[in-house]
């Protein structure tokens, strides 16, 4: 069982804005342990789309943006394109388990 | 730019041991970290361990210590992987991937390694 907790799935039509939360405790995000998200897409590796909480790798599209509060992040794709139908997972370190953890996933669907 | 390769898919018998290797280029192998993690058919990403090749140092997720060994080789900038004693359920894609610490996250990846277990 993840510590972070995300929702299941979440949708959209093309051009909409959706949100994943991503919700963790006091021994990790609340902790004031980073945050990073990652885009997957079946059948090929995770690709690093959010680090330290806010920042974009280079050639990552400035409709992806993330924030921090608490013991929570969230990630939002704005003006949704198909292209960003996958499977998204926050990812901070646990200072309890004492090791990295991922979120439980959210699939984005865009209708 | 940082460029990781693993092993091909294997097969294996529940009980059996399966090595995966994961070879970097382009950047200077002990330079960062190198993080394991895996999925299984229709689960998610779960974080098995990281090790620091420059000090030959290895944490693991406390679910995978005394059953996964990683090594590394820095002759040829390898990290070696071995999950012992293998059960249906650690039938997955292994990854390999780089970190540069807590806050950058984890951002280079290997392209993946299946591995099946079945007898």
């Known amino acids: 069982q993840s510590v972070l907790t995300q929702p299941p799935s979440v949708s959209g039509a093309p051009g909409q804005r959706v949100t994943i939360s991503c919700t963790g405790s006091?021994?990790?995000?609340?902790?004031?342990?980073?945050v990073h998200w990652y885009q997957h897409l079946p059948g090929t590796a995770p690709k690093l789309l959010i680090y330290?909480?806010?920042n974009r790798p280079s050639g990552v599209p400035d409709r992806f943006s993330a924030s921090k509060s608490g013991s929570s992040a969230s990630l939002a794709i704005s003006g949704l394109q198909a292209e960003d139908e996958a499977d998204y997972y926050c990812?901070?370190?646990?200072?309890?388990?004492?090791?990295?953890?991922f979120g439980t996933g959210t699939k984005v669907t865009v209708l | 730019q940082v460029h990781l390769v693993q092993s091909g898919a294997e097969v294996r018998k529940p009980g059996a041991s399966v090595k995966v290797s994961c070879k970097a280029s382009?950047?200077?192998?002990?330079?960062?970290?190198i993080h394991w993690v895996r999925q299984a058919p229709g689960q998610g990403l779960e974080w098995m361990g990281i090790?620091?090749?420059?000090?030959?140092?290895?944490s693991l997720a406390q679910k995978f210590q005394g059953r996964v060994t990683v090594t590394t080789d820095t002759s040829t900038s390898t990290v070696f992987m071995e999950v012992s004693s293998l059960r249906s359920d650690d039938t997955a894609v292994y990854f390999c991937?780089?970190?540069?610490?807590?806050?950058?996250?984890?951002?280079?990846w290997g392209q993946g390694t299946l591995v099946t277990v079945s007898s």
């Open positions: 006091s021994s990790n995000i609340g902790a004031g342990y980073e």
């Open positions: 090790v620091n090749p420059s000090a030959d140092t290895t």
């Open positions: 991937a780089r970190g540069r610490g807590g806050y950058y996250g984890l951002d280079h």
């Open positions: 330290g909480n806010t």
């Open positions: 990812q901070s370190y646990d200072n309890s388990l004492r090791g990295e953890v």
């Open positions: 382009g950047d200077s192998f002990t330079r960062y970290y």
